[in-house]
């Protein structure tokens, strides 16, 4: 039996069928990851504007400060910190899965 090779059509179309679908895996991520990111920095500033709001705005308001004010704004303080380090790690992602799209772009465009 003699050796055959598929048409230089059918591994075109097998070429960019897969090189495609990394393409769009890579755009899923990346929106993925940035509407958790949109989602999660409203959230990081609603956290600041109620934990000012219970901070209150006098001087010495500190001085005199209802117990129940005061673990609301550590409360609010501790999903900051917790949400700013969200942020940080969701803006290695985008970075990250950004250098991938330009990759992809320079390697594979053509194909897709």
Same mark, same amino acid.
């Given at each position: ?33 940035? /509407?958790?990111? &949109?989602?999660?920095?409203?959230? *990081?500033?609603?956290? =600041?504007? #109620?934990?000012? !709001? ?17 673990? /609301?704004?550590? &409360?609010?303080?501790?999903?900051? *910190?917790?949400?700013? =380090?969200? #942020?940080?790690? !969701? ?20 194909? &897709?």
């Amino acid at each position: 039996m003699a050796f055959q090779v598929r048409s230089q059509e059918r591994d075109a179309k097998t070429d960019r069928e897969r090189i495609h679908s990394l393409g769009q895996a890579i755009n899923a991520a990346v929106e993925s990851v940035q /509407r958790e990111k &949109d989602a999660l920095h409203a959230r *990081v500033d609603e956290a =600041r504007d #109620l934990a000012a !709001l219970a901070a209150g705005t006098d001087v010495d308001e500190y001085l005199y400060r209802d117990p129940k004010d005061l673990t /609301r704004v550590r &409360d609010h303080e501790r999903q900051m *910190v917790q949400g700013d =380090r969200r #942020l940080k790690e !969701l803006q290695r992602q985008l970075e990250g899965l950004g250098k991938l799209q330009e990759v992809y772009a320079q390697f594979f465009d053509k194909l &897709d």
